[in-house]
């Protein structure tokens, strides 16, 4: 397994501010990836954190709102720009382990006020 | 893309009773993984599974591939079992999971 931790754990922010989530991991892992889920709902996949590029994202979800860095094999930031009340959401960061297995970190409960 | 159905949405049950949720999803899959999401929000991984039968402790799963479900079982439900459940599955090559709506369970005493 992983350890994966994330901070912040949570947040309250005004909107149309920013806000830059970290993931670090315990272990040098190749995939890595940015899930949201907002208030009810279940998990969304925003992007794949590519170490060294650019990272993939899913439709719906762009890099100016959602840039995000993977400076190494061990840590990710996503940040969350221009926040309105609708990026209200749990942000989870998630690691491939073994091979196959997919972790989770705890997550980062953002509410936007 | 891959659809992924969870049933029932919702499940109350008294401490100490079975319970059997289910997934089905509409294509092969290369991974399908069942997960615990406690109320702090924090996504404990129960099993990967693509196909099988593995049991752990009073949990178990079995998932048909060939019929394209899975099937979570709960024995001598306990409160702390309460949460969503989600199945979740990749079928792409990438490794990044699509997710089921998920199985809101609770457990009274």
């Known amino acids: 397994s992983a350890v994966i931790s994330q901070k912040p754990s949570r947040d309250i922010c005004q909107r149309g501010t920013s806000l830059t989530i970290q993931c670090q991991v315990d272990?040098?892992?190749?995939?890595m990836f940015w899930y949201r889920q907002q208030p009810g709902q279940s998990l969304t996949l925003i992007a794949t954190?590519?170490?060294?590029?650019?990272?993939?994202?899913e439709s719906g979800f762009v890099i100016d709102k959602f840039p995000i860095s993977r400076p190494n094999l061990t840590f990710s930031t996503l940040t969350v720009s221009n926040m309105s009340p609708e990026d209200s959401s749990i942000y989870l960061c998630s690691v491939v382990v073994d091979g196959d297995t997919i972790y989770f970190g705890e997550g980062s409960w953002l509410t936007v006020v | 893309g891959i659809q992924v159905e969870q049933s029932p949405p919702d499940l109350i049950l008294q401490e100490g009773a079975n319970s059997t949720l289910r997934c089905n999803f509409s294509?092969?899959?290369?991974?399908l993984q069942w997960f615990h999401q406690n109320p702090w929000g924090q996504l404990i991984n129960l099993f990967y599974?693509?196909?099988g039968t593995k049991q752990n402790g009073r949990l178990s799963a079995t998932t048909v591939a060939t019929e394209r479900y899975s099937l979570l079982y709960i024995s001598s439900s306990q409160t702390t079992d309460s949460g969503v459940y989600f199945c979740a599955v990749e079928n792409t090559g990438r490794r990044a999971l699509t997710f089921g709506s998920g199985t809101r369970l609770q457990v009274q005493p």
């Open positions: 954190a590519n170490q060294g590029s650019e990272a993939t994202y």
């Open positions: 272990s040098q892992v190749t995939m």
């Open positions: 294509d092969s899959v290369n991974n």
């Open positions: 599974i693509p196909s």
